[in-house]
Nanobody, 124 residues
Framework: QVQLVESGGGLAQAGGSLRLACAASGRAFSTYVMGWFRQAPGSVYKFVAYIHTSGGRTDYAASVKGRFTISRDNAKNTVYLQMNSLRPEDTAVYYC?????????????????WGPGTQVTVSS
């Protein structure tokens, strides 16, 4: 019922920054928990961050705490991931996802809607 598309990926040097955006279409954006996941080459999907409906609650994977910030602008139907102090191990395809606020938001199985992903590459 909601379509998502990521943008803002690209190439960055270690220590640099990127900001990803996820634009959602649909009328119920503000009712969804929004999450970011990533898949590194040859690896599995891993939780990065989520933000609850109004933005009052957030959580992050330990590997990105203090470096990444998730935010949302419900008026614009957009969720962001500000990535600072990037490291080569942050290289991955980053996916935006939307979940009904009923489960464990670090699990990809809780998210029913996914964007196509955007590549982030961090060089050393």
């Amino acid at each position: 019922q909601v379509q998502l598309v990521e943008s803002g990926g690209g190439l960055a040097q270690a220590g640099g920054s990127l900001r990803l955006a996820c634009a959602a279409s649909g009328r119920a954006f503000s009712t969804y928990v929004m999450g970011w996941f990533r898949q590194a080459p040859g690896s599995v999907y891993k939780f990065v961050a989520y933000i609850h409906t109004s933005g009052g609650r957030t959580d992050y994977a330990a590997s990105v705490k203090g470096r990444f910030t998730i935010s949302r602008d419900n008026a614009k139907n957009t969720v962001y991931l500000q990535m600072n102090s990037l490291r080569p191990e942050d290289t991955a395809v980053y996916y935006c996802a939307a979940a009904h606020p009923t489960g464990d938001y670090d699990s990809p199985y809780e998210y029913g809607y996914w964007g196509p992903g955007t590549q982030v590459t961090v060089s050393s």
